[in-house]
T-cell receptor, first 118, second 109 residues
Framework: DAGVIQSPRHEVTEMGQEVTLRCKPISGHNSLFWYRQTMMRGLELLIY????????DSGMPEDRFSAKMPNASFSTLKIQPSEPRDSAVYFC????????????????FGPGTRLLVL | GEDVEQSLFLSVREGDSSVINCTYT??????LYWYKQEPGAGLQLLTYIFSNMDMKQDQRLTVLLNKKDKHLSLRIADTQTGDSAIYFCAGEGYQKVTFGIGTKLQVIP
């Protein structure tokens, strides 16, 4: 398996523009996570899906952020409009368990998307 | 929810042992994890320990768990320059895994 695939790897945009980040989880995994990593705040969980359903979006910063998972093999994280403080590395991760099963959950991370909002 | 804390930085000489410490708050955490992040890459699972264990050894890695104090540590024996990375402690609470801020390990040749 190719692992978790994220695109684009790098994105530079201007304030106010819409940004869409994409993720393809590992085939067969039923949980998907979006994280944001910054120097100041470390790794923050934004939202996670289990069986394509959003389970916990309490980490989504504000209404400018939205995430979708239309099917088991694809998810998007959208920022509209983007702001300079959104500059960060955004990671997608997937696991084969989730939803409170109490089973050991190894999360497999993608390489991340480095977002710079000018 | 779970809170996971760890120190930000550790510097060791090549060949020495490294010990990275972590504390967590959720005593019901079933699994505790150590992830490694190399520069420019995503996190990768290094090892994990089930909450009913005190210790787990895997080659150069030793994980110690003190449930009473909610303290987790990762010991890397014979630290190499390739071990330079950020190490994340994570605890599995109800329905989600919470990561610490990460400890940057610098290995001096």
């Amino acid at each position: 398996d190719a692992g978790v695939i994220q695109s684009p790897r790098h994105e530079v945009t201007e304030m106010g523009q819409e940004v869409t980040l994409r993720c393809k989880p590992i085939s067969g995994h039923n949980s998907l996570f979006w994280y944001r990593q910054t120097m100041m705040r470390g790794l923050e969980l934004l939202i996670y899906f289990n069986n394509n359903v959003p389970i916990d979006d309490s980490g989504m910063p504000e209404d400018r952020f939205s995430a979708k998972m239309p099917n088991a093999s694809f998810s998007t994280l959208k920022i509209q409009p983007s702001e300079p403080r959104d500059s960060a590395v955004y990671f997608c991760a997937s696991s084969s368990e989730g939803g409170g099963t109490s089973e050991q959950e190894t999360q497999y991370f993608g390489p991340g998307t480095r977002l710079l909002v000018l | 929810g779970e809170d996971v804390e760890q120190s930000l930085f550790l510097s060791v000489r090549e060949g020495d042992s490294s010990v990275i410490n972590c504390t967590y708050t959720d005593s019901s955490s079933t699994y505790l994890y150590w992830y490694k992040q190399e520069p420019g890459a995503g996190l990768q699972l290094l090892t994990y320990i089930f909450s009913n264990m005190d210790m787990k050894q895997d080659q150069r890695l030793t994980v110690l768990l003190n449930k009473k104090d909610k303290h987790l540590s990762l010991r890397i024996a014979d630290t190499q320059t390739g071990d330079s990375a950020i190490y994340f402690c994570a605890g599995e609470g109800y329905q989600k895994v919470t990561f610490g801020i990460g400890t940057k390990l610098q290995v001096i040749p």
